[in-house]
């Protein structure tokens, strides 16, 4: 489980693109230091602002963060 290849490819150009002012989603340290506001609004289905996430992916974003969040 990393960053690289089991995080970053979840978040869209598109997502990316809306989220920029605020931090970037395909930034290593940004998600890293945003984490827990970026998985609250994961896990409430508020983020992405066109439809939730399938619950697989939320776990997987958890379960990075639990794991020690690996670059
Ligand atoms: C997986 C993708 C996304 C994640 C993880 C995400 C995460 C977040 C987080 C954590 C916040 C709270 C930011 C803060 O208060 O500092 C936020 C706010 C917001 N997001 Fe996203 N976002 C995603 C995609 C999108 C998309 C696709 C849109 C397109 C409309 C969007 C629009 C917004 C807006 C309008 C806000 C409120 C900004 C504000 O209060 O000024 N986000 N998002």
Same mark, same amino acid.
């Given at each position: 489980?990393?960053?690289?290849?089991?995080?970053?490819?979840?978040?869209?150009?598109?997502?990316?693109? @809306?989220?920029? @002012? =605020?931090?970037?989603?395909?930034?290593?340290?940004?998600?890293?230091? =945003?984490?827990? *506001?970026?998985? #609250?609004?994961? +896990?409430?289905?508020?983020?992405?602002?066109?439809? #939730?996430? &399938?619950? *697989?992916?939320?776990?997987?974003?958890? +379960?990075?963060? *639990?794991?020690?969040? &690996? *670059?």
């Amino acid at each position: 489980m990393s960053f690289e290849t089991d995080i970053k490819p979840l978040f869209r150009e598109r997502d990316r693109g @809306s989220m920029q @002012s =605020h931090f970037d989603l395909w930034s290593y340290d940004d998600v890293n230091t =945003h984490a827990d *506001a970026i998985l #609250a609004t994961l +896990r409430a289905g508020t983020m992405p602002c066109d439809g #939730a996430w &399938p619950e *697989a992916d939320v776990e997987r974003f958890e +379960r990075w963060i *639990a794991d020690g969040k &690996p *670059a």
